[in-house]
């Protein structure tokens, strides 16, 4: 087990996605953030934090359970249902940005794009995730990474949050083959 | 967990994980999305051999919300009436790929018998069966009390509620008395000793004869249907003197703490055990109670079905 991202790694990497999204979309003023949980709606929240303290306004966001929409929910047992919780402001004609922990196979971003489907029409789908380790399944890329992590299929890739696990750390577990 | 046969299926903390995905699927459905693709390409069976309303509209609208595919079936107009065994149909449910079979029949164990001799490998789930269980109902019970007076906790600890009038012939009474005592609520039988069951005093409940005495001390009544389809025998000497001693009416109800609230599994007999102004009264949750049932049933799709067998490898 090796540690990937420290907790000041990881704030840096935060700190420079909020400027990117800001930059990218001309500042804050039709911008939602939807986390998908657990880590990514913490991760949505932290950045909604920073892109505030930038612009001196109130960042609105939410998230995103996927569940329901996944395809892969035949391959494992049951998974809990967490919360959806859209801001009031909606999605409809607002540049949605997407957070999550990790990009793997893109299968969760492709089912949060069809959950997103049945709730609005968002201007424009941007993706922002903390660790992209690669190995996609689905022509699905990331606009905004924290940090390219390349990895083989049989290490796994953990991220923990203050929030939950009480500490900030990336880690990759197995050996690279 | 595979068949949905009897809340003794269920360990105290699946029963709290279904209300819980039962709260998230109730705000998914209070949204704009009313349909989800959980469950696209599953078939779903409602075989009911008994009559039913609720039930099998509340199972209907849960399957198709998720985007099952809904066959259903009942003894009236298949060859469930010409005489053709459980068994016979269970093949040709089998035959045909359905992946669940929601039953309900009057032969206490009819859904046990279902599952266990694996006459078809899709999962079972008990919509009631004869006097013996109705495990969704009592899960959507349990999700209105939550609801109502839960103050925020997962489990009904010290919650108390009543369950009046014809325990002996309600399945509903049994799986509610296993499962509200299973999340911790004080349950109390209000009964006649005729509508008792024999052994009722081996169960986690306290039992009284005495409506009005109980009514000031809990925060439930839930009343049960006089079940006359299933009297062979008098058991009380008319529904006059059953209504007055164990009937709900609005003097009753004025007796209630104020946060209290009035249930019925339905159908009601209007006039027998519930007074028409106290089903339609502020306090009564009883149409709430129908609509958290598709939410919970939902539920119990998502939880029996959606996922897969626990042996496949986990890959994320």
Redesign the interface.
Known sequence: MSEALSAADISRALTRISHEILEKNHGSSTITLLGIPTRGAHLAMRIAKIMGEIEGLQIPVGMLDITLYRDDLRLRPPRTIMPTTIPPVGIEGRELILIDDVLYSGRTIRAALDALGEVGRPKTVQLAVLVDRGHRELPIRADYVGKNLPTSREQSVSVHLSEIDGVDEVLIEGVEK | MRHLLSIKDLTTSEAI?IL??AT??A??NE???K????LRGRTIVNLFAEDSTRTRISFEAAAKR?SADVINFSSKGSSLSKGESLKDTAQTLQAMGADAVVIRHSASGAAQRLADLEWMSGCVINAGDGTHEHPSQALLDAFTIRKHLGKGSKDLQGIRVAIVGDVLHSRVARSNVLLLSMLGADVVLVAPPTLLPVGVESWPVSISYDFDSVIPNVDVIMMLRVQQERMSDLFFPNSREYSRYFGLNSDRMAKMSPHGIVMHPGPMNRGLEIAADVADSARSVIVEQVKNGVNVRMAIL??LL???P?E?G???
């Open positions: 994980s819980d995905t998230e699927l705000r998914i949204g704009q999305v349909k989800l693709p959980t998720l998502y939880v959606a996922g897969g626990l496949v986990v890959q994320s």
